[in-house]
């Protein structure tokens, strides 16, 4: 009986793992245009490589990288692009080790968005003369078609893109964390389910109030908005890079923290799943999801996730 089990379990990974890696080179082989495939293939191997480690089937999960690198090289990719992909699987394993550990959320979150932004920043620095041409040319695209927009919508979505590549080294590394901040919150929600972390009300309400930053991290917003004023006044030095890339960093960290408070929120108060996705919807809606940054940056002092909790028990009213 255990050796039929063991059998399966080897079949379901050689399928899994062969199939994701055949998939992908196919893929890669066949679309006449690839470059949108190398998102996908960058965090294709992340989830399996972090449920193998979680699980504590080490060779299997290294096998993940093994397979994400063996795919990246014979889909032709670049060596840019075989690190971050390669670097995003050992990301997985590093996460994996971590739910294996029982470490915080907050903390996994941390250490996985330093290497998502590890990997990609070493990505960018190989291929910096490709980097470099792709952005002239989305320039002039943009340039492009903010010439021939018809409606002010169009003409405004064209200005801010050229806007944001005319100050590309302002906030480009800023950027570029925030793109790993919300990669490594989604590869930790969706490893997480995989594992069955949130089966459960109690469960998912636990998890959601160990995110949040630490307090000392207001000491950086402080000296981000000085640099960011010190810029103003002395335009020409490496303080308008550096102010701007680290607010930008900030602003996401606050945002998600806000974010999370709204979905806390909800879930202590008992609200319905099908209620908080329409809630949640309608603020994106009518675009007040800007203050999430604000609301996660008050947070520091004011502990909203301690009131939520004392209103929920309000609620509920005293135990008979």
Do not use: K
């Amino acid at each position: 009986m255990r050796g039929r089990l063991h059998s399966e379990a080897a079949a379901y990974y050689a399928g899994l793992v062969g199939g994701l890696s055949v998939g992908l080179i196919a893929a890669a082989q066949l679309s006449p245009d690839p470059a949108w495939l190398v998102g996908v293939h960058t965090v294709a191997f992340v989830g399996p490589a972090a449920v193998y480690m979680a699980r504590r089937a080490v060779p299997q999960a290294w096998g993940v990288v093994g397979a994400a690198l063996a795919s990246a090289i014979l889909a032709g990719h670049g060596l840019a692009v075989i690190v971050v992909i390669t670097g995003f699987a050992v990301s997985g394993l590093a996460l994996g080790a971590g739910l294996a550990h029982g470490q915080r959320f907050s903390r996994l979150i941390a250490e996985l968005t330093l290497l998502f932004f590890g990997f990609a920043a070493a990505a960018v620095i190989i291929g910096w003369e490709s980097w470099q041409e792709q952005a002239v040319m989305a320039r002039t695209a943009a340039e492009a078609q903010r010439e021939a927009a018809e409606t002010e919508t169009a003409r405004l979505s064209a200005e801010w893109s050229v806007w944001l590549y005319e100050h590309w080294t302002d906030l480009g590394l800023g950027l570029l964390f925030v793109a790993a901040l919300f990669a490594a919150v989604a590869a930790l929600g969706g490893v997480a389910c995989w594992l069955g972390r949130f089966q459960d009300e109690p469960a998912v309400g636990y998890r959601l109030r160990d995110i949040q930053p630490p307090d000392w991290l207001i000491w950086l917003v402080i000296a981000a908005g000085a640099g960011w004023f010190a810029a103003r006044q002395w335009p020409d030095t490496l303080l308008r890079p550096v102010s701007w890339n680290v607010s930008a960093a900030l602003v996401a960290v606050y945002w998600l923290n806000g974010l999370l408070i709204i979905i806390y929120g909800m879930c202590a108060l008992g609200v319905p799943l099908a209620a908080r996705w329409i809630i949640m919807l309608a603020l994106l809606y009518i675009g007040v999801a800007g203050a999430f940054a604000v609301m996660g940056l008050f947070d520091t002092w004011l502990g909203m996730r301690g009131r939520l909790d004392h209103w929920a028990e309000a609620r509920r009213g005293p135990e008979p």
